[in-house]
């Protein structure tokens, strides 16, 4: 068994990829099967556009690790439109 790292982007995929948690434990098959299932499904989805894709990651992403008024700035000062209200209320409870 290979030492997954439990940082950075891809420590998930790699896991997954694996499947080992990155605890050291296996993930049960019937997760791996309905992850693989819905992860097919997505990459048979058609693409938007690359900017609608990196601004839905930012938000998702970003809103773990900065405050709601510190995101918003980022996001307009890159030129992408800003926190919508049900993002906000989704990521950040209302806040």
Not at 9 to 20: S, T
Not at 24 to 41: F, N, R, S
Not at 52 to 72: P, T, Y
Request: overall charge negative; hydrophobic content about 40%.
């Amino acid at each position: 068994m290979s030492q997954t790292p439990t940082t950075g982007a891809d420590a998930v995929d790699a896991a997954i990829a694996e499947g080992i948690d990155l605890d050291g434990t296996p993930i049960p098959a019937a997760k791996l099967d309905l992850y693989h299932t819905v992860m097919a499904k997505e990459a048979g989805r058609q693409r938007s556009g690359v900017s609608n894709s990196m601004r839905s990651r930012i938000v998702r992403i970003g809103a773990k690790h900065f405050a709601v008024d510190e995101l918003n700035a980022m996001l307009q000062a890159a030129d992408f439109a800003p926190l919508k209200d049900k993002e906000i209320a989704y990521f950040y409870g209302g806040k």
